[in-house]
């Protein structure tokens, strides 16, 4: 080490004096000529030179230099000291059956948990956890957050809209755009538009094609005008793009088992749209509870079809506790009528109180006799 030491002070030395104190080249070099004749100092020079040692500093300073340079050997021993310094950081797991194991290896998930998402419930998803795991925030996310930003998402429902479809992040962001300009060509307003893609999150996935598809079965199938139909869907987004058999299987359990008619059906969808994707077993059910044991003809169950959203057992409950009061009365005809409104929608406290009038406790007593 001291040797090179050495050699370095001396070429410090001949740089000093061909220069005058500077080792830039002669004007002559920067103009682009040259001299024929030699820039190196006579001989009497040389040994005036060889009487001007350096300062100590300077030999300081190189030596401070050299002992700053970093092994050059990887194989180098090293002292306890340094190795418990040494941090490693910990390994990418090879496989998991969960994403939380690459959170801390992932800035794309890191930055997905931050808005929201709920990984465990991605990961549920198929292909979804895969697919977070091979995007980039800046190249594939960002641009996508902000379309949804832009058709009215809100910042507090980005987390939850992305952990009930993680798969929008992989569409193409021109296809998206299409999709809505779609919707605004059938004059869906903004609003309208924000909140069927919040209540529905798939509902962009679907092609032009699609959306266009269903509009039309709705329409045509309830025999619905363009305005109704287009209520309809704000109201029930899902009806986009959930299955169309449950809904065409419930629609022929209306007309044909229950025995409503077409304009029934009609009136029946557009005031409760939930109808079209409830459970038929349970349309059945609670159709026939309503109808067979309570008395309920077709026209009042058209005019209230809320009644069908209801639990039964509430239904049950309530009916037969006014059974049991002598109040059962559904006939707007008669005195003491009570509209199914007021049967299933008001809490049991207000229902006890002002329409079976009785207590509270009358009706828990009552509850346990049955």
């Given at each position: ?268 969808v557009f005031k409760t749209p939930k109808i079209l994707t409830a459970s038929s077993n349970k349309l059945k059910q609670t159709f ?83």
């Amino acid at each position: 080490m001291r040797g090179r030491n050495d050699i370095l002070l001396w070429r410090l030395q001949a740089c000093r004096h061909v220069s005058v104190g500077s080792c830039s080249p002669p004007d002559s070099a920067k103009d682009g000529s040259f001299s024929s004749e030699s820039n190196l100092p006579s001989p009497v020079e040389q040994e005036q030179a060889k009487a001007k040692p350096l300062p100590d500093l300077n030999a300081k300073i190189l030596y401070e230099d050299w002992d700053d340079v970093p092994p050059s050997s990887a194989l180098e021993e090293i002292s306890e000291e340094e190795a418990v310094q040494i941090i490693a950081e910990p390994l990418l797991p090879l496989h998991s059956s969960t994403l939380r194991d690459y959170v801390d290896h992932s800035e794309t998930l890191a930055k997905l948990v931050h808005l929201g998402v709920d990984l465990s419930q991605v990961e549920k998803r198929q292909k979804a956890g895969q697919l977070l795991l091979t995007l980039d925030f800046e190249k594939d996310i960002k641009k996508i957050l902000l379309f949804l930003k832009d058709v009215g998402v809100e910042d507090n429902q980005l987390g939850t809209f992305l952990t009930k479809n993680p798969y929008i992040l992989a569409e193409d962001l021109e296809a998206l755009e299409t999709r809505v300009a779609y919707l605004k060509s059938k004059k869906f307003g903004k609003a309208e538009i924000a909140q069927m893609v919040s209540r529905a999150p798939y509902l962009l996935l679907f092609s032009v094609e699609r959306l266009d598809n269903r509009l039309g079965f709705f329409k045509n199938e309830l025999g619905f005008s363009v305005k109704k139909t287009k209520d309809l869907v704000i109201r029930l987004p899902r009806l986009l793009t959930g299955k169309l058999e449950p809904v065409k299987e419930n629609l022929q359990v209306c007309q044909i088992e229950l025995g409503f008619q077409r304009n029934e059906i009609q009136e029946i969808v557009f005031k409760t749209p939930k109808i079209l994707t409830a459970s038929s077993n349970k349309l059945k059910q609670t159709f026939d509870y309503l109808h067979n044991i309570m008395g309920i003809p077709h026209h009042m169950l058209t005019r209230f079809p809320q009644v069908f959203n209801s639990r039964l057992l509430r239904i049950k409950e309530r009916h037969m506790f006014l059974t049991f009061l002598g109040r059962a009365q559904y006939d707007p005809a008669q005195p003491s009528y009570i509209s199914l409104d007021q049967l299933v929608s008001l809490p049991d406290e207000v229902f006890c109180t002002e329409i079976a009038k009785a207590s509270i406790q009358d009706f828990e007593k009552f509850l346990k006799t049955l």
